[in-house]
């Protein structure tokens, strides 16, 4: 959810589940052409994988924040900007959505945290992999396992710091919606 970009969530659940769902199928399906050479094979890991992520994507924004059900394209966007960006939201009634979005990134993270280690796992079984298919693979089967290998890396060195900073963001964001409502109630608009 913490990659997922703030436009996505001013769209319905359902436009939630293609704009998750129908990239993360094409990128895979991508990876099935140049492993097997076969397009039956890239269409059918679209077909299965964009359904599948994208559901499963917009089923765990929906829980990390229930309220936006409730919100309106609009204030959910600029709730989700504010919040990213770390910025007080300019409508007090928005504050505890800001509070909510915030809460749910940090139980995303933590959860995200705890999955860490299989990550590392499987980039040690990824090189380890890549190094076999080096030796003994056709070409589709070597680049696959090397560009799998240099995504892998990429989201060790790349994901822990963008994670941070979102955070980062999304806490002084909480803490100035915070500070905008007296008793952790929503301030009435005048």
Do not use: C, K
């Not at 504010?82 to 809460?103: K, M, Q, S, W």
């Amino acid at each position: 959810m913490i990659l997922v970009p703030g436009r996505l969530w001013r769209g319905s659940p359902v436009r939630r589940t293609l704009g998750t769902g129908l990239p993360a199928g094409a990128f895979f399906s991508a990876f099935a052409l140049v492993e097997s050479g076969s397009w039956v094979g890239a269409a059918v890991v679209f077909l299965v994988l964009s359904p599948f992520h994208g559901i499963r994507t917009a089923r765990r924004m929906g829980r990390a924040w229930p309220g936006a059900g409730n919100m309106n394209a609009a204030d959910r966007a600029a709730v989700v900007r504010a919040t990213r960006r770390g910025e007080a939201i300019g409508d007090p009634a928005l504050a505890p959505a800001v509070v909510e979005y915030a809460d749910g990134l940090s139980r995303v993270a933590e959860e995200d945290r705890l999955r860490r280690p299989l990550v590392l796992l499987v980039t040690a079984l990824a090189i380890v992999l890549a190094v076999y298919d080096t030796l003994t693979a056709p070409t589709g089967v070597l680049v696959a396992s090397w560009l799998v290998v240099a995504l892998l890396l990429a989201d060790i060195a790349w994901w822990p710091r963008r994670r941070a900073r979102v955070l980062s963001r999304a806490e002084r964001a909480r803490q100035l919606a915070r500070s905008a409502r007296p008793g952790d109630r929503p301030v009435s608009g005048s």
